[in-house]
């Protein structure tokens, strides 16, 4: 039984034109997951899910697979991400690979290193759950109970009428899906037409690991924490 990343990325982005080739230090920006998947030493294969040739290629220069061209009903802003993690199943199987887990990793997570795919494949062994999903913390700021909505002009709590909870010590902890840089399912869940399924178990990531490029500013802001990261790791190693 192998455990199986597919990176998803296809050609098309409105945000960001060719966004998974976008460059980021130098870099393009589907290189940082590939290099991630790479050096996780939980993952027994890579591959990279595409209707781009280009990307298949650089894929296949940076050293994984991209052994087959996503059809293009599956690669348009629609697509639904199940439907892209079931197409790579149904050919892995078809291969006649038997796969205990498929490891989603969106190449829209730049910071997501080689230790965090471990620990949550580690998480999903250990607990066994039907999947793992990546999450942050959502600022206090942002807390459900802090959130507000503009009804005629004025501000109303979002939750509707209730104790006003100020202190961020008070607030209730929440958390989002950040990407999600991880997503760790098993093929059963997934034939269920589920990405998560019943025991779905949170793996928390840092806020400044969470990085998701969505638009052109999130570029610079993940070649700012990168820079700022290599700079405080060379610190340390001198």
């Not at 590939?34 to 298949?56: C, F, H, N, P, Y």
């Not at 700012?224 to 340390?236: D, P, Q, T, V, Y």
């Amino acid at each position: 039984m192998s455990i199986v990343a597919i990176i998803p990325a296809r050609g098309g982005s409105k945000g960001i034109p060719r966004k998974n080739l976008a460059q980021i230090a130098g870099r393009p920006l589907i290189a940082y997951t590939i290099e991630a998947a790479r050096k996780a030493t939980s993952l027994d294969r890579v591959l990279v899910s595409t209707d781009d040739g280009e990307i298949a290629n650089a894929a296949r220069n940076l050293g994984v697979e991209a052994p087959f061209l996503r059809p293009p009903a599956l690669a348009d802003d629609t697509a639904p991400m199940m439907a892209v993690l079931e197409h790579a199943l149904t050919w892995l199987e078809s291969q006649g690979a038997a796969v205990e887990a498929l490891v989603l990793l969106q190449p829209t997570s730049p910071l997501r290193r080689a230790e965090h795919i471990d620990e949550a494949v580690a998480l999903f062994r250990l607990s066994s759950a039907t999947s793992v999903v990546s999450v942050v913390e959502v600022p206090h700021q942002f807390n459900p109970v802090s959130v507000m909505s503009i009804s005629n002009g004025l501000l109303q709590p979002f939750l509707g009428q209730g104790e006003l909870i100020t202190r961020r010590q008070d607030k209730p902890r929440v958390f989002a899906r950040n990407g999600p840089a991880v997503l760790v399912c098993h093929p059963v869940t997934l034939k269920r037409g589920d990405l998560y399924g019943p025991c779905c178990v949170p793996y928390v990531m840092s806020e400044h690991d969470s990085i998701d490029i969505d638009e052109p500013d999130d570029l610079c802001a993940a070649e700012i924490a990168m820079l700022a990261a290599n700079e405080l790791r060379s610190g340390h190693a001198s």
